[in-house]
């Protein structure tokens, strides 16, 4: 990436089947680290032409209240092309299969990559990629090995700007000690000038503290901040930190503020990120402010689930989470102003990611052991699209990419094998009518 204030940020998601952060077709505000780790071109023209329409409906953003939207649900192979026409497209073997979960696919370098990572034993994972050129035949891509790690330490995010690649995250000793008391990971950050070759920033252990890591990292004008969670005296205890560094080699934590914990975004207006019940606000991602409250999830306070999936869609932001009734979505034009949008995918969608596509929004997941996929045109009313030809029956549905002429979505289907339970990846392929990456308007673009 070649412009300072150009940003590429990939969180790692937990091995739940909670949702990754999903993006606008080659837009990588929650970036796939892909051939190059932490470079990418945006397409950010595709985003603002196709984002316009959603901005302007959500202008004057209303108060948080009831749903506003209209749950219309096809049932017949006719009312939608997705309906049909699906191709799948193994992307490892049965003998490979394992405990994964499909996490992003993006196009990189001309070509389709996606990332997700498998459980090893009780105590680690590891990170999986793979690559396509037509996305029909995968073979496996080696991810970076300064960015993982044992005990689920590694990269979680990335950003780019400022001529430089840095990556967020935890690491572990090494070698890693036979017996160890309390928790021996500690919060680390990586650099890079290529993007392949990756080198540990400087940080004393009162910087990189034991127990702490950084989940988030943004691209400011005074260089590079990211947020995560410390450990005081307490290991039982943690709260909101922030660090900074000024060109991504050498970091420290900055003391005495008050942060928020969740999953953010960056946009023109500001660096958001959202707690179980308010959306905070930073310019230099340092000083937070509180600018919107949420409502409770309607989950007794023990068991209310902490985390939001932030999904970026051009101009429009939609936020997910988990409710009683099903995931609740909301949307802002802005980060501060939002609008509930309601349950539109009932008590049993399984929504994960949402894209937006030259063909409106997609919304992908996987329910009653099926993966589910809704379309929508505004992201504000959806539709269920039915699997006529069962080619999604028992999948899940991580994400989903347009790459040339083709929908391509990845994720995982069972692979039983001795009683265990054993996943082996998968990619969903249909055919457009168009290429999509011409320089013509994408909005109209037919599905074959």
């Keep these: 990436m070649s412009k300072a204030n150009d940003t590429a940020v990939r969180s790692k998601p937990s091995m739940g089947r909670a949702a990754g952060v999903g993006t606008a077709v080659g837009i990588a505000i929650s970036a796939a680290i892909g051939l190059h780790w932490g470079s990418r071109d945006l397409h950010d023209r595709a985003a603002r032409r196709l984002s316009t329409p959603v901005a302007a409906a959500l202008r004057p953003a209303q108060t948080p209240g009831a749903p506003t939207t209209t749950i219309v649900r096809l049932h017949t192979a006719d009312e939608h092309p997705l309906a049909t026409g699906w191709v799948r497209a193994p992307m490892d073997t049965v003998e ?31 990170r999986l990629s793979w690559q396509s050129s037509d996305a029909g035949t995968w073979t496996p891509l080696q ?47 990586w650099f890079s000038t290529d993007g392949e070759h990756w080198k540990r920033a400087a940080g004393d252990e009162d910087v990189f503290g034991h127990g702490d890591r950084i989940d988030e990292v943004w691209v400011t004008s005074d260089g590079f901040a990211g947020l995560g969670t410390h450990h005081e005296a307490d290991p039982l205890r943690s709260m909101a930190a922030v660090w900074t560094s000024a060109e991504g080699r050498v970091w420290s934590r900055v003391r005495g503020l008050d942060a928020p914990s969740g999953p953010g975004v960056q946009l023109s207006t500001g660096i958001f990120v959202l707690t179980p019940t308010a959306a905070w606000r930073s310019a230099d991602g340092v000083h937070w402010t509180i600018v919107a409250r949420f409502p409770e999830s309607g989950y007794p306070a023990h068991t209310s689930p902490t985390n939001w999936v932030v999904l970026p ?69 959806w539709y269920g699209v039915p699997d006529v030809e069962g080619a999604f029956s028992t999948g899940t ?52």
């Excluded at 780019?160 to 690649?165: A, L, M, P």
Aim: aromatic share 8%; net charge negative.
């Design 313 to 381: 869609l051009g101009d429009v932001v939609a936020a997910l989470r988990d409710t009683p009734g099903g995931e609740e979505l909301w949307l802002s034009h802005d980060g501060a102003s939002w609008e509930r949008i309601g349950q539109p995918f009932g008590p049993t969608g399984g929504v994960r990611r949402i894209r937006q596509t030259p063909f409106g929004y997609l919304a992908l997941g996987g329910g009653s052991g099926s993966g589910v996929l809704w379309v929508s045109r505004d992201a504000r009313s």
């Design 96 to 126: 490979n299969a394992g405990y994964l979960h499909l996490a992003d696919v993006d196009v990189e370098d001309g070509r389709i990559v996606a990332h997700g990572e498998e459980a090893v034993g009780c105590c680690d994972d590891v």
């Design 143 to 189: 991810p970076p090995p300064e960015l993982g790690g044992p005990l689920f330490t590694g990269a979680r995010a990335f950003a780019s700007g400022h001529g430089i690649r840095v990556a967020v995250g935890n690491a572990a000793p090494e070698p890693l000690p036979e017996h160890f008391d309390g928790d021996p990971t500690f919060a680390a950050a």
């Design 397 to 448: 549905l991580d994400d989903a990419v347009v790459f040339r002429d083709r929908l391509v979505v990845v994720g995982d289907v069972p692979a039983p094998a001795g009683g265990k339970p054993r996943f082996r990846a998968m990619a969903w392929v249909h055919r457009l009518c168009a290429d999509v990456s011409s320089e013509d308007p994408l909005f109209e673009w037919p599905i074959c």
